[in-house]
């Protein structure tokens, strides 16, 4: 009996610190300023797919020229993505589709864009949206902005 309330209490113990870590590593994310929540989806669905598939929720923080994304779900200290300012191509901008309103948050605008050969989409409010296409658009006298 004793036995099974220490290992109830030890697995207790490490929940409640792997939360503590969690929440840790989004405050260290943040410190820096400049995040926005931000989902991500690096695969288009196929077809006969739904489209609310392959979304990955996500925070972004802008670092000089380059902006780093690092998965909400994760204990990796390291951004999952890291996106040059001179090489993202915005193509398109849109409201989510179909089953894309349950997989993303409320009031999202869905951002097509190509960096460095890949295609990804990004999902963002309206005011991180701004914000996003007003730091692509701030670049330095020389580099060429794609922004559609």
């Given at each position: 009996m004793v036995l099974a309330l220490l290992a109830c209490g030890a697995v207790l113990a490490l929940v409640l610190l792997g939360l503590l870590v969690f929440g840790m590593r989004r405050r260290i994310i943040q410190r820096s300023g400049g995040t926005f929540d931000c989902s991500a989806r690096w695969e288009p669905p196929r077809s006969g797919q739904s489209a609310?598939?392959?979304?990955?929720?996500?925070?972004?923080?802008?670092?000089?020229?380059?902006?780093?994304?690092?998965?909400?779900?994760?204990?990796?200290?390291?951004?999952r993505l890291t996106l040059e300012r001179d090489r993202i191509q915005v193509r398109e901008r849109r409201h989510p589709q179909g089953d894309e309103e349950f997989a993303l948050l409320s009031g999202a605008l869905v951002l097509n864009c190509r960096h460095d050969g890949l295609d990804l989409e990004l999902a963002m409010s309206e005011d991180a949206l701004t914000g996003f296409l007003a730091w692509l658009e701030a670049a330095p006298p020389g580099q060429r902005v794609n922004v559609a």
């Open positions: 609310g598939k392959g979304w990955i929720y996500g925070v972004a923080r802008y670092n000089g020229d380059h902006i780093e994304w690092f998965r909400v779900f994760s204990y990796a200290p390291r951004p």
